[in-house]
C-alpha cells in the first residue's frame, strides 16, 4: 500500500518568509509526528498527534513552529518568520498505535533551505 | 540530554564481515527499541525492532541483541554487502504512552567490496 507521503520534496525560502509543510500519512493510521533531521543534530522530535487528544507539543523549538491536523489525517506542519537555522529535513513519521503496535513508518522528508 | 547513546560514528567493514552497532539508554520505562536505516535522500526506514522480554530477535541477516540489566542494545550485520552501506539509527520509545521516538545520533556505515 501507499507509504507516508510529504510535499513539497526541497523548498528553498527566504530568511523572514513563512513555510508550510505538508504530510499524509498512512491511510488508518491514528498517531503522527514531525521530527527534524540537521547535519550533526540527528534527528529531532517536534510534535505528536495521536486521534482527538491534544497534541504533544514539547519537541517545538520556538513559538515559529506549529502544527495541526486536520480530519484525523493530513498534517501541516508551518515555520513562520523562518531562520537560517531552521534548514534542515523535516520528516513526517505515522504509526497504527493500536495496542502492541509501536511501529513509526517515515516519509521521505522536506528539505527545507532557507537563504 | 541524550538519552540514547549510540556508536561508533562511522564503520567500515569489508565484503562479507559482521558490522556491529551498539547503543545504550538511560530511562527504564522505554520498552520499544527499533533500529532504522536511511539512504541518502531517502526517509529511515524501520529494519527491526525488539521488546525488552527478549534477548534477541534476528531478522534475515539483521539481529538485534538486547542486555536489559546494562541497558544496551546492538544491530549485527551479518554477512555486510555493499547494498547495507547506510546510515543506522537507534532509537528507544516508551510505546505505551509517550509516543515519541528518542534517537540516537546514528552510524555511517560503509561496506567495501
Known amino acids: 500500500g501507499a507509504g507516508v507521503s510529504q510535499s513539497p520534496s526541497n523548498k528553498v525560502t527566504e530568511k523572514g518568509k513563512d513555510v508550510e509543510l505538508r504530510c499524509d500519512p498512512i491511510s488508518g493510521h491514528t498517531a503522527l509526528y514531525w521530527y527534524r533531521q540537521s547535519l550533526g543534530q540527528g534527528l529531532e522530535f517536534l510534535i505528536y498527534f495521536q486521534g482527538n487528544s491534544a497534541p504533544d507539543k514539547s519537541g517545538l523549538p520556538s513559538d515559529r513552529f506549529s502544527a495541526e491536523r486536520t480530519g484525523g489525517s493530513v498534517s501541516t506542519l508551518t515555520i513562520q518568520r523562518t531562520q537560517q537555522e531552521d534548514s534542515a529535513v523535516y520528516l513526517c513519521a505515522s504509526s497504527l498505535r493500536e495496542a502492541g503496535s509501536y511501529e513509526q513508518y517515515f516519509g521521505p522528508g522536506t528539505r527545507l533551505t532557507v537563504t | 540530554q541524550q538519552q540514547v547513546k549510540q556508536s561508533p560514528q562511522s564503520l567500515i567493514v569489508q565484503k562479507g564481515g559482521i558490522s556491529i552497532i551498539n547503543c545504550a539508554y538511560e530511562?527504564?520505562?522505554?520498552?520499544?527499541f527499533p533500529w532504522y536505516q536511511q539512504f541518502p535522500g531517502k526517509g529511515p526506514a524501520l529494519l527491526i525492532a525488539?521488546?525488552?522480554?527478549?534477548s534477541e530477535k534476528k531478522e534475515g541477516r539483521f539481529t538485534i541483541s538486547f542486555n536489559k540489566s546494562a541497558k544496551q542494545f546492538s544491530l549485527h550485520i551479518m554477512d555486510s554487502q555493499p547494498g547495507d552501506s547506510a546510515t543506522y539509527f537507534c532509537a528507544a520509545t516508551r510505546g505505551s504512552t509517550l509516543g515519541r521516538l528518542y534517537f540516537g545520533r546514528g552510524t555511517q556505515l560503509t561496506v567495501w567490496p
Open positions: 525488539i521488546r525488552p522480554d527478549v
Open positions: 530511562n527504564t520505562a522505554f520498552d520499544y
